[in-house]
């Protein structure tokens, strides 16, 4: 992806025991990496939650997600 590339993400939150989907921005702090436990890792800027609180919000998708 590109700097400003948006998108939709869905994957399963463990922090809310469920499956989410969410407004995706990818900036210059977003990447994606393999965790030293192998787990599959992907920071984005969480659009809806960053209108929501008024500022950046970045989240980290773990494991599977899909992105469109």
Known sequence: MKN?????ITYFSNSD???ITRNGK???KCREWISNKGIACLVYLDLDKTEEFGTDQYRTATNNWSIK
Do not use: A, R
């Open 26 to 28: 990818w900036t210059d």
């Open 4 to 8: 400003n590339d948006t998108f939709k």
């Open 17 to 19: 025991k469920m499956t």
